[in-house]
């Protein structure tokens, strides 16, 4: 049994990085995804590239899905911007709390992510189903396991839908949290998050800055393979190929997949899961 596909991009920043993302998602939508999410940069940073390229998916005849970051906002910016997706046809949003540009105070109205799930919720109703963010590690900047849980309560009796976890090679962490949900009453369904491996290097520094773990035996065979990229992709392809055929296999609703705007690694894994 397949399962369900999602796909996120990031807003390109130049008019090139713009035509190669629609040739990249061209290639993409033979996978046919049930939506296509759009990342929102430190701050808001991207935000009109963000609704661009979300603009664009639409017009290409799939659901284009904006993430909505609330850190350094105002109800009245957020406001302005659920108007904007409204009247492009979103009916889908990834609610955040997003980061912080570096040398940047809290600033705006909103604290966490329930927040702003809570204030969508009161503005728009129905409008809307949200996708939050959920950390099978924890959160790295949870006080504790308990309290990154507590958050996720809150974002989910704020009004969430569904969640997108963090990316993560460990599905045991995935299955452990989903029962730690259940026992205190979330029944929202949880969407494992998937990171293809292309590039050792990236993935590292990427793992070490969000807090996902990278397993010991994953890291040093990664590292093992030194500059020898066609190795470290076909491992990386069989590493996250086990691990989504776990997650579908243990009852996982879909797989939402971390794109990097790139092609190649995410046909062929999806090509190995089958």
């Not at 705006?108 to 129905?126: K, M, N, P």
């Not at 949900?181 to 793992?207: A, C, D, E, W, Y």
Request: charged share 20%; hydrophobic share 40%; net charge neutral.
């Amino acid at each position: 049994m397949s399962l369900p596909l999602s796909l996120e991009f990031f807003p390109p920043k130049t008019p090139e990085g713009a035509e190669k993302l629609r040739a990249t998602r061209q290639q993409l939508y033979a996978l046919k995804p049930e939506f296509c999410s759009v990342t929102f940069g430190a701050g808001g940073s991207t935000q009109e590239g963000t609704l661009d390229a979300v603009r664009e998916i639409l017009g290409e005849g799939v659901s284009g899905v904006p993430h909505l970051s609330c850190i350094g906002q105002t109800r009245d910016s957020i406001r302005e911007r659920l108007a904007s997706y409204r009247s492009a046809g979103v009916q889908r949003l990834v609610a955040l709390r997003g980061d912080l540009p570096s040398g940047y105070g809290m600033g705006g109205e909103f604290r966490y992510a329930s927040e702003l799930v809570e204030f969508i919720r009161a503005e728009t109703g129905d409008a809307f189903h949200i996708s939050v963010a959920a950390y099978p590690e924890v959160h790295p900047q949870a006080r504790s396991p308990q309290a990154d849980l507590d958050a996720f309560k809150a974002k989910v009796s704020a009004g969430a839908d569904s969640g997108i976890t963090q990316y993560f090679f460990n599905a045991d962490a995935y299955f452990r949290f989903m029962e730690e949900t259940r026992k205190h009453g979330m029944n929202i369904p949880v969407i494992p998050g998937i990171m293809p491996i292309s590039n050792s290097t990236q993935l590292l520094r990427f793992s070490d800055a969000c807090g996902a773990e990278v397993p010991r035996w994953i890291r040093l065979r990664l590292q093992s393979f030194g500059d020898d990229i066609a190795s470290i992709k076909d491992f990386g392809a069989d590493v996250v190929a086990h691990l989504c055929q776990r997650l579908r296999d243990g009852g996982a609703p879909a797989l939402h997949i971390y794109t990097l705007n790139q092609t190649a690694g995410v046909l062929e894994l999806m090509k190995r899961v089958g």
